[in-house]
């Protein structure tokens, strides 16, 4: 599944202006007067023209606004240095909200677009957010969809048919790929399914 970034706007090419400057994004394609794609982040952000006072949607009596708003959703922009990247974007027009901080995973900027959005800047420090995941729970629940998350990589190995406890054991190998490079074995361990087994098509074999 791809992800595609929409972002209402009141101005086009005011926010064309503003993406470009403070985000270093560049034009892709043109959608008629209604909408430009811009490029360069690591999934395209569609900015659509929405005049203010219209209807947010059908089922809501909100209508569009580009005062300063809560932004449930909001966009992160992770940056290797966060107060030049902060700095080029409050000189594009946006507003740093509160001032940087510091956490134990890296720095966090809370910011502010001119069309009333809500917008961080990240710089990650150490192994990022791998500083604070409690891994006691993390590494027995990872699966494929969060690998990425986690920057692991996780292989399920079928062990030994036990015909006498009627039961399959497996061996998981959970092997933690750090960002540094290095491999670390975290867990090895054989995990009893009591669970009625099938009966084998060969050895090995489920």
């Given at each position: 599944m791809n992800l595609l970034v929409n972002l209402d706007v009141d101005d086009l090419e005011k926010a064309v202006r503003f993406?470009?400057?403070?985000f270093g994004l560049k034009v892709g394609r043109r959608f008629g007067a209604f909408g430009v794609e811009m490029l360069g982040s690591s999934t395209p952000i569609c900015l659509l023209v929405k005049s203010p006072g219209t209807p947010a949607s059908d089922a809501t009596l909100q209508r569009r606004s580009y005062e300063?708003?809560?932004t449930p959703v909001h966009l992160d922009f992770v940056v290797d240095e966060i107060e030049p990247a902060v700095d080029k974007a409050v000189l594009a027009g946006a507003?740093?909200?509160q001032p940087i901080a510091t956490y134990q995973w890296g720095k966090l900027a809370l910011m502010a677009d001119p069309f009333g959005h809500?917008?961080?800047f990240v710089q990650f420090l150490g192994r990022g957010y791998d500083?604070?995941?409690?891994?006691?729970?993390?590494l027995?629940?990872?699966?494929?969809s969060r690998?990425?998350?986690f920057a692991g990589v996780v292989n399920i190995r079928l062990g030994i048919y036990s015909q006498k406890r009627r039961q399959f054991r497996w061996q998981a190998n959970l092997i933690l790929r750090l960002r540094n490079g290095k491999q670390s074995s975290l867990l090895r361990q054989w995990l009893d399914l009591r669970l009625p087994a099938p009966v084998p098509t060969g050895h090995g074999a489920l």
């Open positions: 993406c470009g400057s403070a300063r708003h809560w507003r740093l909200e809500g917008f961080c500083e604070i995941v409690d891994w006691r729970w993390s027995l629940r990872v699966d494929s690998r990425s998350y």
